[in-house]
């Protein structure tokens, strides 16, 4: 399975592809989809014809997009939100399956904790995708976007194949986890 994370940024959105086969994770291809000054709307069109020219080089079967975190800057929130609304819309335009993880399950998923810096996810993304050099921050996020769903992706599908038995036990799956 060929894996693409993605990295919500106005000014900077990440990209991330990785290949899955059984266990074993290797890098396809990483980068930044970078946007110029101006207006909000020419901006996003940047990043969803560079989604889309991602998508259609590297031929994903699947996409994890991280989720925006609310900002001090109520602001600086809602453009980071477009930004990723513009992201996937390109994904979904391209009949990709969109899976969504937050910043700390991204963390955990790669580092182990939910409070690791950027200097750790970017070493634990060098080495879990043997890469000989570190990615820059915004590729690093992204690969371990796709790392996070790589890992957990089979889990989830598990438990929405069975929500309907546990259910019927008077538990249910909410965020993938099991509440009574």
Same mark, same amino acid.
């Given at each position: 399975? /060929?894996?693409?994370?993605?990295? %919500?940024?106005?000014?900077? $959105?990440?990209?991330?592809?990785? &290949?899955? &086969? ?12 970078? $946007? ?6 020419? /901006? ?10 991602v998508v259609s080089t590297y031929q994903p ?19 980071? #939100?477009?930004? /990723? ?21 991204v963390k955990q998923g790669v580092v182990g904790?939910?409070?690791?810096? =950027?200097?750790q996810v970017q070493d634990m993304v060098q080495?879990?995708? =043997?890469?000989? #050099?570190? %990615? ?21 599908? $598990? ?12 538990? /249910? ?8």
């Amino acid at each position: 399975m /060929r894996i693409l994370g993605i990295d %919500p940024g106005l000014r900077t $959105t990440g990209f991330g592809v990785i &290949q899955k &086969q059984g266990n074993q994770l290797t890098y396809v291809a990483s980068g930044t989809i970078k $946007t110029t000054e101006g207006s909000l709307p020419a /901006r996003l069109k940047t990043i969803l014809a560079s989604v889309s020219e991602v998508v259609s080089t590297y031929q994903p079967d699947c996409a994890a997009i991280e989720i925006v975190f609310v900002n001090v800057n109520p602001q600086s929130t809602l453009l980071l #939100g477009q930004a /990723r609304g513009a992201a996937i819309c390109a994904l979904v335009a391209a009949d990709l399956a969109v899976a969504e993880y937050t910043a700390l399950q991204v963390k955990q998923g790669v580092v182990g904790h939910g409070r690791a810096k =950027k200097e750790q996810v970017q070493d634990m993304v060098q080495r879990l995708l =043997k890469l000989s #050099g570190k %990615p820059s921050p915004d590729a690093a996020d992204a690969l371990g976007v796709a790392i996070c769903h790589a890992h957990s992706g089979e889990a989830l599908a $598990t438990l929405s194949a069975i929500a309907p038995e546990l259910a019927k036990k008077g538990l /249910r799956v909410k965020g993938g986890r099991l509440i009574g």
